[in-house]
Protein backbone atom coordinates (compact mmCIF):
# COMPACT_ATOMS: atom_id res chain seq x y z
CA UNK A 1 0.00 0.00 0.00
CA UNK A 2 1.38 3.60 -0.60
CA UNK A 3 0.97 6.45 1.43
CA UNK A 4 -1.71 8.68 0.28
CA UNK A 5 -4.13 5.66 -1.12
CA UNK A 6 -5.34 4.42 1.56
CA UNK A 7 -6.87 5.50 5.51
CA UNK A 8 -7.88 3.44 8.12
CA UNK A 9 -11.56 3.08 9.65
CA UNK A 10 -13.71 1.73 12.69
CA UNK A 11 -17.45 1.97 13.13
CA UNK A 12 -17.81 2.43 16.79
CA UNK A 13 -19.84 0.35 19.16
CA UNK A 14 -23.00 2.32 19.69
CA UNK A 15 -23.09 3.10 15.62
CA UNK A 16 -22.88 -0.96 15.59
CA UNK A 17 -25.14 -1.49 18.44
CA UNK A 18 -28.18 0.95 16.77
CA UNK A 19 -27.37 -0.74 13.60
CA UNK A 20 -25.76 1.80 11.32
CA UNK A 21 -23.33 -0.08 9.55
CA UNK A 22 -24.89 -0.70 6.46
CA UNK A 23 -25.70 3.15 6.18
CA UNK A 24 -22.59 3.96 6.98
CA UNK A 25 -21.01 1.59 4.90
CA UNK A 26 -23.17 3.13 1.91
CA UNK A 27 -21.89 6.54 2.49
CA UNK A 28 -18.00 5.08 2.45
CA UNK A 29 -19.04 3.46 -0.90
CA UNK A 30 -21.19 6.42 -2.33
CA UNK A 31 -18.12 8.62 -1.63
CA UNK A 32 -15.93 6.59 -3.49
CA UNK A 33 -13.45 4.43 -1.18
CA UNK A 34 -12.76 0.86 -2.47
CA UNK A 35 -12.76 -1.92 1.02
CA UNK A 36 -9.85 -3.23 0.64
CA UNK A 37 -9.81 -5.05 4.17
CA UNK A 38 -12.77 -5.18 6.94
CA UNK A 39 -13.79 -7.34 10.23
CA UNK A 40 -15.82 -7.14 12.34
CA UNK A 41 -14.16 -7.95 16.31
CA UNK A 42 -14.28 -6.40 19.75
CA UNK A 43 -11.38 -4.64 21.66
CA UNK A 44 -10.36 -5.86 24.91
CA UNK A 45 -9.74 -3.24 27.61
CA UNK A 46 -5.81 -4.02 26.69
CA UNK A 47 -6.38 -3.56 23.33
CA UNK A 48 -8.52 -0.72 23.32
CA UNK A 49 -5.70 0.98 25.61
CA UNK A 50 -2.81 0.42 23.18
CA UNK A 51 -4.57 1.30 20.36
CA UNK A 52 -5.64 4.71 21.54
CA UNK A 53 -2.22 4.91 23.74
CA UNK A 54 -1.55 8.71 22.26
CA UNK A 55 -4.26 9.86 24.42
CA UNK A 56 -3.58 8.08 27.67
CA UNK A 57 -2.69 11.31 29.77
CA UNK A 58 -5.85 12.93 28.31
CA UNK A 59 -8.68 13.41 30.66
CA UNK A 60 -10.99 11.28 28.42
CA UNK A 61 -9.32 8.25 28.22
CA UNK A 62 -10.27 5.66 30.50
CA UNK A 63 -13.58 6.95 29.44
CA UNK A 64 -12.97 6.11 25.66
CA UNK A 65 -11.26 2.69 26.30
CA UNK A 66 -14.46 1.77 28.54
CA UNK A 67 -16.40 2.74 25.51
CA UNK A 68 -14.23 1.07 22.70
CA UNK A 69 -14.17 -2.18 24.47
CA UNK A 70 -18.14 -1.93 25.24
CA UNK A 71 -18.98 -4.03 22.07
CA UNK A 72 -18.33 -5.02 18.70
CA UNK A 73 -16.63 -2.88 16.29
CA UNK A 74 -16.16 -2.91 12.51
CA UNK A 75 -12.42 -2.46 11.60
CA UNK A 76 -11.69 -1.83 7.85
CA UNK A 77 -8.98 -0.20 5.44
CA UNK A 78 -10.33 1.87 2.75
CA UNK A 79 -8.54 2.68 -0.76
CA UNK A 80 -8.76 5.86 -2.65
CA UNK A 81 -6.26 8.95 -3.88
CA UNK A 82 -6.06 11.00 -1.21
CA UNK A 83 -7.44 8.73 1.52
CA UNK A 84 -7.04 10.39 5.26
CA UNK A 85 -7.74 13.90 3.94
CA UNK A 86 -11.11 12.81 1.77
CA UNK A 87 -11.97 10.39 4.10
CA UNK A 88 -11.80 13.55 7.10
CA UNK A 89 -13.80 15.53 4.89
CA UNK A 90 -16.50 12.48 4.47
CA UNK A 91 -16.97 11.58 8.30
CA UNK A 92 -16.43 15.44 9.36
CA UNK A 93 -16.07 16.94 12.94
CA UNK A 94 -15.60 14.83 16.16
CA UNK A 95 -18.19 16.58 17.63
CA UNK A 96 -21.29 16.24 15.79
CA UNK A 97 -22.97 19.59 16.52
CA UNK A 98 -20.21 21.14 14.58
CA UNK A 99 -20.09 18.83 11.59
CA UNK A 100 -20.97 19.94 8.30
CA UNK A 101 -24.34 18.66 7.03
CA UNK A 102 -24.28 15.31 5.22
CA UNK A 103 -20.84 13.87 6.81
CA UNK A 104 -21.11 10.40 8.63
CA UNK A 105 -20.86 12.20 12.33
CA UNK A 106 -23.50 14.57 11.48
CA UNK A 107 -26.28 12.11 10.00
CA UNK A 108 -24.76 9.05 12.91
CA UNK A 109 -23.16 10.74 15.87
CA UNK A 110 -24.68 10.63 18.67
CA UNK A 111 -22.02 12.39 21.09
CA UNK A 112 -18.37 13.82 21.03
CA UNK A 113 -17.50 10.08 22.46
CA UNK A 114 -19.94 8.00 20.56
CA UNK A 115 -18.91 10.05 17.28
CA UNK A 116 -20.16 7.14 15.27
CA UNK A 117 -16.67 6.41 13.18
CA UNK A 118 -12.96 6.50 13.88
CA UNK A 119 -10.48 7.66 11.01
CA UNK A 120 -7.05 8.08 10.40
CA UNK A 121 -5.92 11.40 10.81
CA UNK A 122 -2.69 10.81 9.11
CA UNK A 123 -1.35 8.73 6.48
CA UNK A 124 1.30 7.31 9.24
CA UNK A 125 -1.72 6.77 11.27
CA UNK A 126 -3.29 4.91 8.90
CA UNK A 127 -0.60 2.68 8.23
CA UNK A 128 -0.09 2.27 12.25
CA UNK A 129 -3.84 1.72 12.59
CA UNK A 130 -4.26 -0.57 9.59
CA UNK A 131 -1.32 -2.66 11.00
CA UNK A 132 -2.60 -2.99 14.57
CA UNK A 133 -5.99 -4.30 13.03
CA UNK A 134 -5.02 -6.52 10.18
CA UNK A 135 -1.80 -8.78 8.75
CA UNK A 136 -0.67 -8.17 5.52
CA UNK A 137 -2.59 -11.16 4.20
CA UNK A 138 -5.61 -9.98 4.96
CA UNK A 139 -5.40 -6.44 3.10
CA UNK A 140 -5.93 -6.68 -0.76
CA UNK A 141 -5.53 -3.23 -2.39
CA UNK A 142 -6.62 -2.77 -5.83
CA UNK A 143 -3.76 -2.20 -8.47
CA UNK A 144 -3.56 0.15 -11.58
CA UNK A 145 -4.88 -2.11 -14.54
CA UNK A 146 -6.85 -4.25 -12.75
Known amino acids: MKPGE???TMIKPTAVRLGKLVPILHEIDRAGFSVIAMKMTRLSRAQ???FYAVHKDRSFFDE???FMSSGPVLAAVLQ???AVQ????LIGNTNPDAAEEGTIRKKFAISVQENAIHGSDSDENALIEANFFFSQFEIFPHEEGL
Not at 86 to 89: I, P
Open 6 to 8: FTF
Open 80 to 82: KEN
Open 48 to 50: AER
Open 64 to 66: LVF
Open 86 to 89: EFRK
